[in-house]
């Protein structure tokens, strides 16, 4: 019964978000901005649900418990039981996020019965003064962090990177980090929802309310070490994967090609994520079937499919895997 499996996408209203994810729905938004698409969740109350084909309507929870290692490969479920382990985004930032952190795996599962969130970014789109705020510019001792916010200077500390299409980053927990306003990005990341907010800018919402900060929970997780290695080094290579990110956690592979290419998951015991980064679609072929996945567009293959096809006239697809 399993099949290459669509999720409806959800949307998540932001204020730093913009109008470019209303394409990806029949409901009329209004001026509702939207940050965020979730593409496959297991997160309690946002369950992503299949958009097509026989399994239409069912949860992302309801499938892993009817077909458990099918699904998600046997080695991701005996680790992971009915967790789905990963959270799929588009994120779209009109606006700058907040200046925010992550707990890692101890510190999530301490506080809030979480895993952890270690995420990865790939940049879809840039406007040219596009930026990312990514950890301090250098150490810094826990009292000055405090003193830095205490007197609304934290600003200044922050190390800004210009980013362009194609640009990939690996942002580890603790952290310091932010999107820029201009940017369009391919998020992958733990199944988690916890962020630690630093600084958001003195704005305010449209009832002049601004959004809460975290400091206190944030000075046990922040990662003072100034160590910036989160820039991930690639050559993409037409029709050939090359690997972004291999981490105990998920591993992110980059594939830019043109044709069809025959692709083998026989030796991976993983379900396999696809998310189309570029701008033309793709066409998944399974067992004489086409599935088709546009720009912006994420596809699940099951853990037991083991041989599919692809082709497209040119496009770039990030491929994930436990």
């Given amino acids: 019964m ?21 394409s990806k729905t029949h409901q009329n938004l209004g001026n509702k901005k939207i940050g965020e698409s979730w ?15 026989n399994l239409k309507g069912k949860n992302l929870e309801d499938l892993i418990n009817e077909f458990k290692d099918q699904l998600l490969g046997k080695s991701v479920y005996e680790r992971f039981k009915t967790e789905f382990p990963i959270l799929i985004k588009f994120i779209e930032a009109e606006d700058n996020l907040s200046v925010q952190l992550h707990p890692d795996d101890q510190l999530a599962k301490r506080r809030h019965n979480s895993f952890g ?43 800004s990177v210009h980013v362009k299409e194609g640009d990939a980053f690996f942002i580890k927990p603790g952290l310091v980090h932010a999107i820029g306003a201009g940017v369009l990005l391919a998020e992958i990341q733990q199944t988690s929802d916890i962020t630690y907010r630093l ?10 309310n601004s959004r809460e900060l975290h400091t206190d929970l944030a000075l046990e997780a922040i990662d003072f070490s100034n160590k910036s290695d989160f820039k991930i080094q690639y050559d993409s290579k037409l ?57 912006m567009e994420t596809i699940l293959i099951p853990a037991c499919i083991d041989i599919l096809e692809i082709k497209s006239r040119g496009t770039k697809l990030l491929e994930i895997s436990i």
């Fill in 199 to 208: 600084y958001d800018w003195n704005r305010t919402d449209e009832e002049g």
């Fill in 239 to 295: 029709n050939t994967k090359v690997s972004l990110a291999d981490t105990p956690y998920f591993k992110t592979k980059f594939l830019e090609f043109t044709g069809r290419l025959r692709l083998n998951y026989s030796t991976i015991d993983s379900f396999v994520i696809l998310m189309n980064v570029g701008l033309t679609e793709a066409i998944i072929i399974h067992q004489d079937r086409e599935y088709k996945i546009s720009s």
């Fill in 39 to 53: 593409e496959i969740s297991g997160i309690k109350d946002d369950f992503s649900v299949v958009e097509s084909g």
């Fill in 117 to 159: 969130k270690t995420e990865m970014w790939y940049i879809i789109e840039s406007e040219s003064d596009a930026k990312l705020i990514l950890d301090f510019k250098e150490s810094i001792s826990v009292s000055k962090f405090k003193d830095l916010q205490e007197l609304g200077k934290l600003e200044q500390s922050l190390n």
């Fill in 2 to 22: 399993l099949y290459p499996l669509k999720f409806a996408p959800i949307l998540k209203e932001k204020i730093w978000g913009g109008y470019r994810f209303h």
